[in-house]
């Protein structure tokens, strides 16, 4: 009986408890085996301009401080997409905050699957290379060659706040700062004077500025807004195609917003 008893002591001594899960990855572990930066410095933000620009800080975003808009609720809790759901297709980054962008927004559910980026036909008189973006409908078309498009789902202005014309684009930057213009301050006096760029800022990943004005083509660290009229004007998209598109146009490029 006494070696009985001693055999299941040390037995029950490294005994794990089904439940556990030692494989399982939350963001909290994420971000504590991200190697942390050396300093309390922003994260470095690439920048190309045409020219210096009036002006060229802050951005339409009150909803982000106002609560939601045509939404009628917060986003629900994140959870794991069906495997009859769609998957955004991945993206390749090698900055570690463009890897935290895309962590948050695979952490909610999936966007309408019509907002995907995909190719489509195209047979508007626009020229290859040209920004065209259907506000309506909300869809930005980046032309190609051939007679298609490469087509991202946007959110836009909500009511009162759209705007239609031709731009180019003057700026670009990666991981914007975000600077509220006056007329947005005086809305809002409680509005922030400034937010350094990072996965937490409202303009997301990347911002292209649309001439002289305070609209961009920006991203989101709220990916769930995409299909809706949230903003006081800019065009927003997801994290992971506002940098596909960064990467694909430069300073110049023309911009239709219909």
Request: aromatic fraction near 8%.
């Amino acid at each position: 009986m006494r070696r009985f008893g001693v055999s299941a002591l040390v037995l029950s001594a490294f005994t794990v408890p089904a439940s556990a899960d030692p494989l399982q990855i939350t963001p909290q572990a994420y971000n504590a085996a991200r190697p942390q930066p050396t300093s309390a410095a922003p994260p470095s933000a690439g920048r190309t301009y045409a020219a210096a620009q009036p002006n060229l800080g802050g951005g339409f975003i009150e909803f982000l401080f106002r609560g939601a808009g045509d939404l009628a609720s917060a986003p629900p809790a994140s959870r794991a997409p069906a495997e009859s759901e769609p998957k955004q297709a991945s993206l390749s980054v090698n900055d570690p905050d463009d890897a935290d962008a895309n962590w948050a927004d695979a952490q909610h559910p999936p966007v309408d699957p019509k907002y995907d980026r995909q190719v489509v036909p195209y047979q508007g008189k626009e020229q290859p290379g040209t920004i065209v973006i259907d506000t309506p409908n909300k869809f930005l078309y980046l032309v190609e060659e051939g007679g298609t498009a490469l087509r991202y789902g946007i959110g836009v202005g909500r009511p009162g706040f759209t705007w239609a014309g031709v731009k180019t684009i003057t700026a670009k930057h990666e991981w914007p700062d975000w600077r509220p213009p006056e007329a947005m301050l005086k809305r809002q006096p409680e509005l922030p004077r400034f937010m350094a760029g990072g996965p937490e800022n409202p303009l997301g990943a990347r911002a292209m500025y649309l001439g002289t004005t305070d609209y961009r083509i920006h991203g989101s660290n709220e990916p769930w807004t995409i299909g809706h009229n949230m903003s006081s004007g800019c065009i927003r998209l997801r994290n992971a195609d506002v940098i596909d598109l960064y990467n694909r146009v430069k300073v110049g490029t023309k911009v239709v917003v219909m």
